[in-house]
T-cell receptor, first 113, second 116 residues
């Protein structure tokens, strides 16, 4: 079973920041928080991941609470092409194999003009 | 980032036939590959974990004799849907873990199977 809880859907105005929350209250000390997104009929696309520090890359920022029980993915300036289902996943990382990626239901983000 | 390619991207077959889907890591070696299935309006469901040179590990409820997985090299894993039926129609997606990396998974574009 997925270890994360996300709202099923969210709307965001084009050009505004999209803040997608995720609860992972049972996360273990060696589990990372990963975010992927899936645009309709395509394979999931990696966005960002982190362990306990906030992370930023060219796509998004990841804010993880100090107790690591929740996180927020931030798309700073959402565009229509960011419309997708966003998945928050916790997973053991590292080594030659890493842990399985178990998908929950995700959040369907609709960016509107 | 690393590229994972699936082939074919879509396939239509008759009921009772077998279909093979290939998953290749194009520019990296993957000791572990994962196969997922996704029905319309649903999330991805993990089917099996494929390790190079050994037998695949199947998730509970997935028939290993129906979904044959072979991972003969560090860049190729195949999923064969045997004796396909209409209920096997789905979007099949593979992902590969970069050997020696931080465990980040890269996904293929998916293969849509339609069984008539």
């Amino acid at each position: 079973d997925a270890k994360t809880t996300q709202p099923p859907s969210m709307d965001c105005a084009e050009g505004r920041a999209a803040n997608l929350p995720c609860n992972h209250s049972t996360i273990s000390g060696n589990e990372y928080v990963y975010w992927y997104r899936q645009i309709h009929s395509q394979g999931p696309q990696y966005i960002i991941h982190g362990l306990k520090n906030n992370e930023t890359n060219e796509m998004a920022s990841l804010i993880i609470t100090e107790d690591r029980k929740s996180s927020t993915l931030i798309l700073p300036h959402a565009t229509l092409r960011d419309t997708a289902v966003y998945y928050c996943i916790v997973r053991v990382a590292g080594g030659n194999q890493g842990g399985k990626l178990i998908f929950g239901q995700g959040t369907e983000l609709s960016v509107k003009p | 980032g690393a590229v994972v390619s699936q082939h074919p991207s879509w396939v239509i077959c008759k009921s009772g036939t077998s279909v093979k889907i290939e998953c290749r890591s194009l520019d990296f070696q993957a000791t572990t590959m994962f196969w997922y299935r996704q029905f319309p309006k649903q999330s991805l469901m993990l089917m099996a974990t494929s390790n190079e040179g050994s037998k695949a590990t199947y998730e509970q409820g997935v028939e290993k004799d129906k979904f044959l997985i072979n991972h003969a090299s560090l860049t190729l894993s195949t999923l064969t849907v045997t004796s396909a039926h209409p209920e096997d129609s789905s979007f099949y997606i593979c992902s590969a873990s970069l050997a020696g990396g931080d465990g980040q998974l890269f996904f293929g574009e998916g293969s849509r199977l339609t069984v008539l």
